[in-house]
């Protein structure tokens, strides 16, 4: 194990560890929020206003976290959130976090804004889940869903909360843009993190060029440095529920939705062929003030009435944290950022340490809880403040 992560004790000292090692523009980039953060704050806090009423003297000498999930079992119930440009985090990060995904048994969705082609991170070794932010055009959505099926992928998660860009005020500050623009004071940033610059930057230059969006449509996109490059954010306002209508036709594996959190919605993704829904509100990366996943979540759950499985992510970062979702009815949790910063650091060993973690917590509170199997966890082991 690398010498770096021997003081990492729990999820929240990888983000501690990534700042001191990230470029403040990457670093700002995980970990912005929009605007005044209050939606981020809103799902963090969230969490406080359920508390565990654990029960005594229960035998809990074989506790299974194992979970359920589309017909495959998963060493726990949880899994890696997809993340944009994450090979500029971590060296070749989209390939790290899907290896030793695969090899913890969990899932991990691979990104729509990756910088790694989509077909060099699916099989055995890889991920069979990808997200995608629809293209602008039923040919082009077309276009894109022949290329996932053909990379191999069976679960397609398509983001529903993105139908123009948020404020970037936050990321001006922190000095990132998309693509960066080489300047001055981005070179400065670099150097000022040798460890960053020779083993994940100049690495990735030296063996594979510079990195692109590769997997936003059909075709490879923009490069993510260059001085006279825009990305093209257009053309997803006029996109409506007979969009999902058309990918549901076109789409044969198991498709969900992500970025739910009106129960109205949640009606509507499952009358239009959603296989599953992802409660969430971006990561508060989008409209601020926006109300927690973990809120809304029981609302969401009454909604659908059991047809599919509704998972959630939303500023997870303990085990007593996915516990409580568990227990309010959600079917499995995702998490972003602290895998992203877990792959910056120590790579794939980041990355299984994060998730032997995130694991033990889960397994030592379900014991302290007096529960031995995920299926049992209810609203009975939780109280509301």
């Known amino acids: 194990m690398p010498r770096r992560l021997e003081h990492i004790l729990s999820l929240n000292d990888f983000e501690r560890a990534a700042r001191r090692h990230l470029p403040r523009p990457l670093f700002g980039y995980v970990a912005s929020a929009a605007e005044d953060g209050s939606t981020a704050r809103s799902s963090h806090e969230a969490f406080d206003h359920y508390a565990f009423l654990p029960r005594a003297l229960v035998n809990v000498s074989g506790v299974s976290t194992e979970t359920e999930l589309f017909g495959r079992r998963y060493a726990y119930p949880f899994g890696i959130a997809p993340m944009g440009i994450s090979a500029l985090t971590a060296y070749r990060g989209d390939q790290v976090l899907a290896q030793a995904a695969s090899d913890s048994g969990i899932p991990m969705i691979v990104s729509g804004t990756s910088l790694i082609p989509m077909e060099e991170l699916s099989g055995a070794k890889g991920s069979d889940w990808f997200q995608a932010y629809l293209p602008g055009t039923p040919e082009e959505i077309d276009a894109l869903l022949a290329r996932v099926e053909r990379a191999g992928f069976t679960n397609l998660v398509i983001t529903v909360d993105y139908a123009v860009p948020p404020n970037p005020e936050n990321?001006?500050?922190?000095?990132?843009?998309?693509?960066?623009?080489?300047?001055?004071?981005?070179?400065?940033?670099g150097l000022v993190r040798p460890k960053w610059l020779f083993g994940t930057f100049l690495k990735t230059l030296w063996h594979h060029g510079i990195p692109h969006f590769e997997n936003n449509a059909a075709t490879r996109g923009v490069p993510v440095l260059a001085k006279n490059v825009n990305r093209d954010f257009s053309g997803r306002r006029h996109l409506d529920w007979s969009t999902l209508n058309q990918v549901r036709t076109r789409w044969k594996g198991n498709l969900v939705v992500k970025g739910i959190l009106h129960p109205d919605d949640a009606r509507r993704a499952v009358s239009a062929g959603a296989d599953g829904l992802i409660v969430s509100n971006h990561g508060g990366r989008q409209l601020d003030g926006t109300v927690a996943p973990l809120t809304m979540l029981p609302e969401v759950l009454e909604a659908v009435a059991g047809a599919v499985p509704v998972m959630i992510d939303g500023s997870f970062r303990r085990g007593s944290q996915v516990l409580k979702a568990l227990s309010l009815g959600a079917s499995f949790v995702f998490l972003g950022r602290p895998f992203n910063y877990a792959a910056s650091i120590a790579g794939e060993a980041g990355v299984k340490k994060a998730v032997s973690l995130l694991g033990s917590e889960i397994e030592r509170n379900m014991a302290l809880l007096g529960v031995t199997g995920v299926e049992e966890l209810t609203t009975g082991v939780l109280r509301r403040h």
């Not at 990321?171 to 940033?189: C, E, I, T």
């Open 171 to 189: 990321h001006r500050r922190a000095g990132f843009s998309s693509p960066l623009r080489p300047s001055l004071r981005l070179a400065w940033d």
